[in-house]
């Protein structure tokens, strides 16, 4: 069994490794980029443009591999340096979309694993429910 944060981890495989896996419901021929994005420091007020809004970025990001839609900026699903991994779950809602633009799910998934564990970075950021399976406007 490997070392999870003090937890156990069940001896799934020959290494003792947490092996992490996700299906995903985006359509069978969209395509999907796995890129690394490495570690950075980023100067105070910089920015960060998102698939459809721009941010603040935060002073430290941690390198991370990412499955992506290649028209997004945000990911499907991803791991940093350090073992985190996490996945995008479509989540329906019966609440009406707000006006103008916004983050997606996909865009917070991006950034999840890039940020410090604290303070928490994403307070005041908008959201919105994800487009669907539909590429943004002029793809």
């Not at 890039?114 to 307070?123: A, R, V």
Request: include cysteine; glycine fraction near 12%.
């Amino acid at each position: 069994a490997g070392d999870l944060g003090g937890r156990e981890v069940p001896p799934a495989s020959a290494i003792p490794a947490v092996i992490f896996a996700k299906n995903s419901d985006r359509p069978r021929d969209e395509v999907q980029e796995v890129v690394f994005v490495p570690a950075g420091t980023h100067a105070p007020g910089s920015r960060l443009q998102c698939t459809y809004i721009e941010v603040e970025q935060v002073p430290k990001t941690h390198a991370v591999i990412l499955s992506r839609p290649s028209w997004l900026w945000g990911a499907e699903m991803g791991a940093n340096e350090h073992g985190v991994c996490i996945g995008n779950e479509a989540v329906w809602t019966k609440e009406p979309v707000g006006e103008g633009e916004a983050l997606l799910g996909m865009d917070l998934l991006r950034c999840g694993p890039c940020l410090p564990s604290s303070p928490p970075y994403t307070s005041n950021l908008g959201l919105r429910p994800d487009p669907g399976h539909l590429p943004k406007s002029g793809s």
